[in-house]
Every structure is written in structure tokens, then in C-alpha cells.
């Protein structure tokens, strides 16, 4: 069989009826009790009717990704598919691969992201915070472009703006507090960035403006007891593979506030001999991210049963 690793997308996927191409599907149906009865809430109901502007709140979109990969990933196992070598995580979804791993179990995770949501937006008020998408500019340009517009700043001020997510060679998101993240996409446009593109999110996620959101985070993870993983998480922090529980949860409290390195996960992932990374949630974007960080690697997709029926047949 080929070597491949299973990877799980974060916020931005999300869509009303996500999960409807699944229908019956008694693991599915399975893993949206559970969530919902962790969270005390029709899950499914959520999901299916949205409101898509239900849907987008933080709030809400962190468990729903979280429920909709797991749900996949069991349905994989469900229909015969292997276990991956490796799994990973961007962003949020790294949640979901600690759930695929063990190391969670989605009665745990499932309120744990809804906390980390909460936290993270009240950390900063809608508005006062920004994230923008730096495209056709390298990255070690777009960490010198921040600096520079950070700079700009007199002496003193609470206005930041950092480099949080390296998503391929050509794309790399800022986050920051408003009038920073808004002076770096003009200098780095002015660096010759094709587009600096703001993006509709309510929170500068990953930035140190989390800071606060990911004490409480800490708080709630160091209650929780964690398994041993049954799979390697690759985390998305320190593109690291940990065994030890404390090491996992202090990752994950470092991961609030700190750089999502997605390329250099994708190359981990390839120095240990898999050649295919599916995406295992709703949506293509990690599969696309995939082919432009190393056009020698196969990205797909997996998120309904015709997927999943392709995926298992490439993988055969």
C-alpha cells in the first residue's frame, strides 16, 4: 500500500450541510451524538440548516470542523481504510488529529474547542483585531515587511502585526491588531506582494494577541487526561512529533499564540517516506496547499463516500 498521512483542515472549510452526502452513515450519525451530547447541543441540526452565518461564529465553526473531520476519519476506518502513518493538523485541526490518534477522545475535544473559540474571541473584540493573506511574496519578506510596518508605530504602542500562518512559498497570513495588519499589507504590497487580501475572520488567530486566550486554554487542558497516541501527531508548532501528555498540552497552548508552520510540516511528513497526504474533513484547501508546497506529492480530498471510494482505491 502506499505510505500516506492523514491531514485535517481548520477553520474557513466549513458549510451549511457539509455532512450531507454521508446521509445514514451510521458512524457519522454516531459521531454527531457524541459531539452533541458533549456539548450539549443538536450538533447535526447545526450543521445541516446552519444558518451559515451560525456556521461562521468561532464559536461554532471550531467544534463543527472538529465533529465534521473526525466523522470522516471514522467513516474511513469504518469502510475498510488502513490507519495512516502520520497524522497532522493545521491549525485547529490538529484537535481532530489528536482525536484520530487517541490522544483526544471527541467527548473531550469537542468542548475544549468550543473553549478555545470562546477564549480566543474574547481576547480580542471583533474589530479590533485583523488577518490578511500575503500572496506572490516570500515569507523571510513578508517577516521583514511586518517588522517594518510594525516599526511605524511610535515607541510604546500596542499595535502588532506578525507573519502566522506559512501556508506555501507563495502565500503566507499576517495577524494582528488592525491598523498594523492594515500598514503591513501597504508596505508589503510595496515589497512587491501581488495581493494582501483581509480576510473575514473575527479574531487575529496565532498572533500574541491570543496570549490570553491560550492561559485559559492551558487552564482546561491541564484538567484533561490525555491517551498515548496510537498514531504520530505531527504538531504544527514545532513540526514535532511528542509522545510525553505535558509536551502535547503545552503544545497546544503554544499554538494559540504562535506560527501555524505548514510547509515545514508538509516536508516532515515527506522525509518520512509518504508520498500522499489526504485531507480528511470538509473542503480541498490543505490538498491544494500540498501540490504547491511539493509538486512530487499527491494531495487529495476526502469528505463524502465518493471520495472516500477514491481515495481507498488510489491507496490500494
Known amino acids: 500500500m502506499t505510505s500516506f498521512a492523514f491531514v485535517f483542515p481548520g477553520q474557513g472549510s466549513q458549510s451549511v450541510g457539509m455532512l450531507d452526502a454521508w446521509g445514514n452513515h451510521p458512524v457519522v450519525l454516531e459521531t454527531l451524538k457524541e459531539a452533541s451530547d458533549a456539548l450539549g447541543e443538536d450538533v447535526a441540526k447545526l450543521i445541516h440548516e446552519g444558518p451559515k452565518e451560525a456556521l461562521a461564529m468561532t464559536t461554532n465553526t471550531q467544534p463543527v470542523m472538529l465533529v465534521s473531520a473526525v ?76 517588522q517594518a510596518a510594525q516599526a511605524t508605530f511610535a515607541a510604546g504602542s500596542t499595535e502588532v502585526v506578525e507573519a502566522v500562518n506559512f501556508n506555501d512559498a507563495a502565500q503566507t497570513v499576517i495577524a494582528g491588531s488592525k491598523a498594523a495588519v492594515d500598514k503591513a499589507c501597504e508596505v508589503l504590497k510595496g515589497m512587491g506582494a501581488k495581493r494582501a487580501l483581509l480576510l473575514p475572520v473575527s479574531a487575529p488567530f496565532h498572533s500574541s494577541l491570543m496570549k490570553p486566550a491560550a492561559e485559559k486554554l492551558r487552564d482546561k487542558l491541564a484538567t484533561l487526561t490525555l491517551g498515548v497516541p496510537q498514531i504520530p501527531v505531527l504538531n504544527n508548532i514545532d513540526v514535532a512529533i511528542e509522545t510525553d501528555a505535558d509536551r502535547i498540552r503545552d503544545a497546544l497552548y503554544r499554538q494559540a499564540f ?36 511539493d509538486a512530487e506529492l499527491n494531495g487529495v480530498a476526502l469528505y463524502d463516500p465518493a471520495t472516500l471510494a477514491e481515495v481507498k482505491g488510489l491507496l490500494a
Open 71 to 146: 466523522a470522516a476519519y471514522r467513516a474511513w476506518l469504518a469502510e475498510g481504510g488502513a490507519k495512516p502513518s502520520v497524522v497532522a493538523g493545521h491549525s485547529l485541526g490538529e484537535y481532530s488529529a489528536l482525536v484520530a490518534s487517541g490522544v483526544l477522545t471527541l467527548t473531550q475535544a469537542a468542548p475544549l474547542v468550543r473553549l478555545r473559540a470562546a477564549a480566543m474571541q474574547e481576547a480580542v473584540p471583533v474589530g479590533v483585531g485583523a488577518m490578511a493573506a500575503i500572496l506572490g511574496l516570500a515569507s523571510d519578506k513578508v517577516i521583514e515587511g511586518c
Open 258 to 293: 504562535g506560527p501555524v508552520r505548514w510547509v515545514e510540516c508538509v516536508q516532515a511528513i515527506k522525509a518520512r517516506g509518504v508520498t500522499t497526504l489526504v485531507e480528511c474533513g470538509p473542503g480541498k484547501v490543505l490538498a491544494g496547499m500540498t501540490k504547491r508546497i
